[in-house]
């Protein structure tokens, strides 16, 4: 976390942290593989951890091992049945909203979106109205928005003084983007002095915002491009 002294917003007192390691992109077609929820504390202790190990019922692309080490076999063998874990995915996290807890997820859109896609996929009731999510990917680009370099969460981490070890796998990412939460938080306190909900109401207007202004950088480029949706945090 960051060494900053500036108190923290009330919303980032207490944060779950959510993040998913998947087969492909494609939001349609992606199925997870790991997941992990835990919670955090205001100096970024852990209060608790759950992780997901899951066969996605498909073939595990070679590429998508290269990035989080989990191969087919290895999830046929020791993961859990995706119907019941997409289920207790769901559940976790809309026990967390229902609380009013809210949730970090960066690039919340990515996660969100292919948890909904599976949650139909198994029958299953989707997260109905997820809120209020937290995404630092939003946050950074709104509160330093002229910064320039890479805005991955790698990137960002390094950015904000967050340790980010063992990358892309669910448990780290998700913790690290908490953190990031909290430095950015206590960083731009002033900026971000809200509750949680209407911080997510204020994260929908600049994820539009941010999607349009991208959207222009493409066209005014002249090179074929395909429109960035705005929609956040479920496309």
Do not use: C
């Not at 290269?66 to 026990?95: P, S």
């Amino acid at each position: 976390m960051s060494d900053s002294l500036l108190p923290l917003p009330d919303w980032a007192e207490v944060l779950a942290v959510f993040d998913t390691e998947t087969t492909g992109i494609a939001y349609d077609t992606t199925r997870i593989v790991t997941a992990n929820i835990s919670v955090l504390r205001g100096d970024g202790s852990i209060e608790s951890s759950r992780d997901w190990l899951i066969n996605p019922g498909i073939e595990i692309p070679a590429q998508a091992t290269a990035v989080h080490g989990i191969t087919t076999e290895h999830a046929r063998a020791n993961g859990e049945d995706a119907a019941g874990a997409i289920y207790d995915i769901v559940q976790t996290l809309q026990a967390y909203f229902d609380s009013g807890i809210a949730v970090v997820a960066y690039n919340a859109a990515y996660d969100f979106s292919i948890l909904q896609r599976e949650a139909v996929r198994y029958s299953h009731d989707p997260l109905a109205d997820p809120s209020p999510v937290i995404d630092p990917l939003i946050i950074d680009k709104q509160v330093d928005r002229y910064r320039k370099g890479k805005r991955t969460l790698e990137a960002v981490a390094a950015h904000y003084g967050v340790s980010l070890t063992s990358a892309h796998t669910a448990a780290a990412d998700a913790v690290a983007a908490g953190h990031v939460a909290q430095a950015i938080a206590a960083k731009f306190a002033s900026e971000l002095s809200m509750s949680a909900l209407e911080l997510h109401k204020a994260q929908t207007e600049w994820a539009k915002a941010q999607a349009e202004s991208f959207n222009r950088y493409l066209k005014d480029s002249g090179k074929p491009y395909q429109p960035t949706s705005g929609q956040w945090p479920v496309r």
